[in-house]
């Protein structure tokens, strides 16, 4: 039986790593980090919870059933499987997540000298998206490749911010805001939605799963083996690098407490700390990290649509996203995330409750039974929340906000749990009364 050695292992977790460090992953740990100020050790707490604990148990879940969404979903039917595959596919790709990638690598390698000037984005992101869509028009395995030589480089740039945050700081840590002192777990588990590395683990953990059996890996529960060894590597590293940033955030007050967002603050550090090289040496390894994320974000949604509407090319739906990309891109990335934040804020606890379901498969006596129910109750309150988010609360019933935890974005918990236990009563009783029949 053929095993991996344990120096595939670990390039395997590193190529984990690599998929998942992107954008988000740079710029919302500081900015959260700032906010929570003396209170950051709840607060990084609920961001590990949803940045780092979900995506691991969506690539387990993933690699459980093959590593596939489709069999992911499969309970729900055909239709609504699409649905939400669609909508994950949209939120990871062109509406929010590639369009980050450029924004962020333009606010801190380029912005910094040349200003925040409208045409400046619009320059870069014309060269970027003409790269992304060159590498993903051609992606080969230069992808792989890319992401081999970028990751022991962006580690070590990792190395030297994190340890340069924790050994020299800019300042003392500074005060909460007044969000993260009355709740600062529940800001920080909020927050870690706005990395979308959830979704992205539900698009990504099939990739995993393809690199393993590349490798001559034919056994189901060896996959699922190094499918989880790969992303409990990948979660360490991404650990290290979050709390690296908020202690970041939390001690920079002094020099940055006019930004906006995560870029800025890092941006401040990095010029106070390093001064115009370590700027330019930053700059290029983000730059090169997001271009990556981006190229590997666009062939995925590619192949994705291309594979759902057989009549469009595959070249076709990689010029169209990433052209719709560079065009989302130029509206900047303070507005891009307010954007993003209703989407997100409906779309996961979807994701969370789909991956839950999952993993607990092996209880329900028909999955259909469990799934449909719960999932549904999910949607509600995931659109409730989206509104809610977006600036529509007028249009929610009130009853909403009479929920527990319904002021913290988290109405949603108590009643899918109320479902998922009479879904449960539901499925042994119908379950045992057709054993009786036959």
Not at 170 to 194: D, I, K, M, N, R
Not at 266 to 295: E, K
Not at 411 to 434: C, E, N, Q, S, Y
């Amino acid at each position: 039986m053929t095993r991996l050695k344990g120096s595939d292992l670990l390039a395997l977790g590193f190529m984990t790593f690599a998929l998942f460090l992107g954008a988000g992953n740079i710029i919302f740990p500081p900015s959260a980090g700032m906010a929570a100020g003396g209170n950051m050790g709840m607060a990084a707490f609920g961001f590990l919870l949803t940045g780092v604990g979900l995506p691991l148990l969506t690539i387990v879940a993933l690699a459980r059933v093959g590593g596939g969404m489709a069999l992911l979903t499969a309970p729900l039917g055909k239709a609504a499987g699409i649905v939400f595959a669609v909508a994950v596919y949209l939120a990871i790709g062109p509406l929010f997540a590639t369009p980050r990638t450029a924004v962020v690598s333009f606010e801190m390698g380029i912005a910094p000298f040349t200003g925040t000037d409208g045409s400046a984005l619009l320059i870069y992101t014309l060269a970027y998206f003409a790269a992304v869509m060159f590498l993903s028009l051609n992606p080969g395995r230069l992808v792989d490749r890319v992401g081999k030589f970028i990751t022991p480089v962006l580690i070590a740039a990792l190395l030297v911010l994190g340890g340069a945050a924790l050994l020299s700081p800019a300042g003392e840590v500074g005060q909460s805001t007044a969000e993260y002192q009355s709740a600062p777990f529940v800001q920080g588990f909020l927050q870690g939605y706005l990395t979308m590395d959830t979704l992205g683990a539900l698009v990504f953990g099939i990739v995993i799963a393809m690199a393993i059996r590349d490798r001559g890996i034919t056994d189901s529960k060896l996959v699922t083996r190094y499918s989880i060894i790969a992303g409990l590597i990948a979660a360490t590293g991404l650990s290290l690098v979050y709390l690296a940033l908020f202690y970041l955030g939390a001690t920079s007050q002094s020099i940055a407490a006019e930004a906006q967002n995560g870029v800025q603050i890092l941006t401040a550090y990095v010029q106070h700390t390093f001064g115009t090289t370590g700027s330019l040496l930053l700059a290029v390894v983000i730059t090169l990290a997001c271009l990556t994320t981006a190229v590997g974000l666009l062939t995925a949604c590619g192949e994705f649509f291309s594979e759902l509407l057989p009549v469009l090319p595959y070249r076709v739906v990689v010029v169209a996203l990433g052209v719709f990309s560079l065009l989302v891109a130029n509206q900047g990335l303070t507005q891009l995330i307010s954007l993003s934040v209703p989407v997100l804020v409906g779309l996961y606890p979807l994701a969370i409750v789909l991956i839950g379901l999952s993993l607990l498969d092996r209880f329900w006596l028909s999955s259909r039974r469990v799934f449909i129910p719960v999932m549904s109750i999910a949607l509600i309150f995931g659109f409730e929340a989206a509104l809610s988010a977006a600036g529509f609360k007028n249009l929610v019933p009130s009853i909403f906000s009479q929920l527990p935890l319904s002021e913290q974005s988290l109405g949603w918990v108590l009643p899918v749990l109320a479902t998922l236990v009479v879904a449960i009563i539901v499925d042994r009783i119908a379950g045992h009364k057709a054993i009786a029949t036959a």
